[in-house]
């Protein structure tokens, strides 16, 4: 039940193009759901988060979309560009100071131009 | 901007030995965290630390793991006798009061032999 689910594993998308990575979760406790990301040899980076009071929300290029009913999040990055291409973890958490981040099991974005 | 640190960046040890992987969080952060992740694989958690204790920890966090603060900037996490399976790259993580948001160094990369 503390699992989130990510998928795809890897994903190649032309640039332009619009990369969609899916996550899924069980627990209903989670409340604060961040993606991150990564590149090769340095610390997950921050990206955008979502809460699931909202359905979506826009930063820039990237998009997270959230189906609270379904229990899933995407992130939508609009306009891929070479440099997007890194790995991307979505996390969840309860959303107390003290609560760990539950991360996916990544997913790693090639953009070609 | 300010940035969680650590150091070192690369570390090899011997199998037995004992390491201690240091961290400067974010300055006015009060919320502490250490995760690890084995090559190729997804972020876990290790433990979370507030008001000079630990506030969880996760089952890989065995009696060989300690954190500490030693002063007012620094977190440290000790393994007191490291096992090949402990290498790994490990990041520190702090955050804000009232805010979920999770920020990361660029990781301390702990190779045992």
């Known amino acids: 039940q503390q699992q989130v689910k990510q998928s795809p594993q890897s994903l190649i998308v032309q640039k332009g193009g619009i990369s969609i990575i899916n996550c899924a979760y069980e627990?209903?406790?989670?409340?604060?759901f961040p993606w991150y990301q990564q590149f090769p040899g340095k610390g997950p980076a921050l990206l955008i988060a979502i809460r699931p009071d909202v359905s979506e929300k826009k930063e820039g290029r990237f998009t997270i979309s959230f189906n609270k009913s379904a229990k899933q999040f995407s992130l939508h990055i609009m306009d891929s560009q070479p440099g997007d291409s890194a790995t991307y973890f979505c996390a969840a958490s309860k959303g107390q100071n003290t609560d760990k981040l539950i991360f996916g099991t990544g997913t790693r974005l090639q953009v070609f131009p | 901007e300010p940035e969680v640190t650590q150091t070192p960046s690369h570390q090899v040890t011997q199998m037995g030995q004992e390491v201690i992987l240091r961290c400067v969080p974010i300055?006015?952060?009060?919320?502490f965290y250490w995760y690890r992740q084995i090559l190729g694989q997804k972020v876990e958690f290790l433990v979370s630390?507030?008001?000079?204790?630990?506030?969880?920890k996760s089952e890989i966090f065995d009696d060989q793991f300690s954190v500490e603060r030693p002063d007012g900037s620094n977190f440290t996490l000790k393994i007191r006798s490291t096992k090949l399976e402990d290498s790994a790259m490990y990041f520190c993580a702090s955050s804000g009061t009232g805010s979920d948001e999770q920020y990361f160094g660029p990781g301390t990369r702990l190779t045992v032999t």
């Open positions: 627990n209903t406790a989670f409340d604060y």
């Open positions: 630390f507030y008001n000079n204790e630990i506030s969880e």
């Open positions: 300055s006015n952060h009060l919320y």
